[in-house]
C-alpha cells in the first residue's frame, strides 16, 4: 500500500476536519441540494491537486467524469488567478487547464465505460512528471436517476452503481488517485426515492465511500460542509467561502 496522500481544499477548516485534506485512495463523496457547491469544490481541487505537496497539492493531473456538462473553463482561470494572488506567483492558467482531462459521459453506460477510458490515461501518465491524482465523477448518481426509474428497475439500478463504485475504488487504489464524487439530495420529498435528506443510492453508496460530506447552505457565499460517519475521523463542521477567486476560509 503506498502513502496516502492529502489534497488540500483551500479551506483550512475544512482540511483539519479531513485530518489533512481529501485522502488518496479513498472515495470522498460530496452531497447536497442544487446549489450548494459540489462542483465548485470539483473545480478547485482539479486546481489544487495540481500544486507541488508544499503548497497542498499532489503534483499531479485529474481526469474529469462530467456527466451533467457542469465543467467551466472560464473558472479554472478564475481559480488560477485567486491562487496566483494567494501565492504572490504568476501562474499560467493555460498551464493549468491542461492537466485538466474532462470526458462527458451521456449516460450511465457511458460513465461507467469511461473509468476504463480514464484507467488508460492514467497508465500512460504514471511515469509521467503529471501522474493523476484525482478522479472526479460528478455527477455520479444524475444519469442513474434518470434511467432507473420503476420500482422493477431499481436493484439493477444498485447492482450497477454498485460496480461502478468498485471500479472507481480499485482506480483510487491502482494510482494512488483521489477519488471525489458528487450526490444530489432532493429538496422535497420524492415519491419514488424517498426520504429528501437522504443522498441518492442509499446505503449502498454509505457504505462504500469512505468520507461522507453534506454541504449545505449558509449565509452569502458561506457553505457549511459536514463530514459524517467516517470509519476513522470524529464527526465535524467545517464553514467554507465560494468566492470569485475560489475556496476559501
Ligand atoms: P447541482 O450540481 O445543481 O446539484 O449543484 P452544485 O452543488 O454542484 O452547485 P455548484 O457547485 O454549481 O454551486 C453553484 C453556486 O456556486 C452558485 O450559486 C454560486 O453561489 C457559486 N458560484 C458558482 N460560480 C461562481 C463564480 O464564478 N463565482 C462565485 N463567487 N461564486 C460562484
Ligand atoms: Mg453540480
Known sequence: RKLVGKLSTGCEE????????IESQSITEM?????????QVAHQLAVNVQLPPEQGGLGGSVVIIDTENTFRPERITQMVKGLSEKHGVEYDPEEFLKNIHVARAYNSNHQILLVDSASELANELKDSDMPVRLLIVDSLTA???????GRGTLAD???????HLHDIQR??????????????????????????TKPIGGHILGHTATFRLYIRKSK???RIVKLIDSPNLPDGEAIMSITTDGLSD
Open 171 to 196: 482506480f483510487g487504489d491502482l494510482f494512488n488517485s483521489c477519488v471525489v464524487v458528487t450526490n444530489q439530495v432532493m429538496s422535497k420529498p420524492d415519491a419514488f426515492f424517498g426520504d429528501p
Open 220 to 222: 452569502g457565499d458561506k
Open 143 to 149: 444519469h442513474f436517476r434518470a434511467e432507473y426509474i
Open 31 to 39: 452531497y447536497g441540494e442544487f446549489g450548494c457547491g459540489k462542483t
Open 14 to 21: 475544512f482540511n483539519e476536519m479531513m485530518g489533512g485534506g
Open 157 to 163: 439500478r444498485q447492482q450497477k452503481l454498485n460496480k
